[in-house]
């Protein structure tokens, strides 16, 4: 397997602009989270999904941020309008089962001018 | 109040050195991960452990469940070793994070 996938890997937008950020979990996970990293505040839970199903949202800043998944292999996060605070790198993970290792993607970098 | 702190934040050791870091957690417990990231890299997870002691070449990580905290060690480290060491909590089907401890480790 790949292992987790996400796109872009980096993304530079003005703020106003909606941000889509893209993720593939490893096949056969059933678990999908987002995370935010930035220096100040390290690694911060957005949402994480169960078998597709949102099950806590309650780390998503606000509004304008919204995170889907479709179906088991595919998950974004979107943020409409972005700003300058949203800049952070976005990783995805995604885990087997309930104690299951968990595995990153490398990360998606965005900087919000 | 973090429900996972590390310490030392930040650590420099010369190559050869033994190196300790040290993670306490203050929730309740299914498994505790160290993670690894490399300066403006991905995130990989080098230990899973939920007892006892766990070996991968020159890392040992070790767990006290009474106690609440982690310990990882790096014997005879590597300038290669430099990194973000990040200690993960899974508390149900969450994860808590520590703050990180940045190693340096000079040639």
């Known amino acids: 397997d790949a292992g987790v996938i996400q796109s872009p890997r980096h993304e530079v937008t003005e703020m106003g602009q909606e941000v889509t950020l893209r993720c593939k979990p490893i096949?056969?996970?059933?678990?999908l989270f987002w995370y935010r990293q930035t220096m100040m505040r390290g690694l911060e839970l957005l949402i994480y999904?169960?078998?597709?199903?949102?099950?806590?949202d309650s780390g998503m800043p606000e509004d304008r941020f919204s995170a889907k998944m479709p179906n088991a292999s595919f998950s974004t996060l979107k943020i409409q309008p972005s700003e300058p605070r949203d800049s952070a790198v976005y990783f995805c993970a995604s885990k087997s089962g309930g104690t299951g290792e968990l595995f990153f993607g490398e990360g998606s970098r965005l900087t919000v001018l | 109040k973090n429900e996972v702190e590390q310490s030392p934040q930040n650590l420099t050791a010369q190559e050869g050195e033994f190196i300790t870091i040290n993670c306490s957690y203050s929730?309740?417990?299914?498994?505790l991960h160290w993670l690894q990231q490399h300066p403006g890299g991905g995130i990989v997870s080098l230990f899973m452990?939920?007892?006892g002691k766990k070996k991968h070449g020159r890392l040992i990580a070790t767990i006290n469940i009474q106690e609440k905290h982690s310990s990882l060690h790096i014997t005879a480290s590597h300038p290669r070793d430099s990194a973000v060491y990040i200690c993960a909590v899974l508390n149900g089907n969450q994860f808590y994070f520590g703050t990180g401890t940045s190693l340096t480790v000079i040639p």
């Open positions: 999904f169960n078998n597709n199903v949102p099950i806590d």
């Open positions: 452990l939920s007892s």
């Open positions: 096949s056969g996970h059933d678990y």
């Open positions: 929730v309740g417990i299914s498994a």
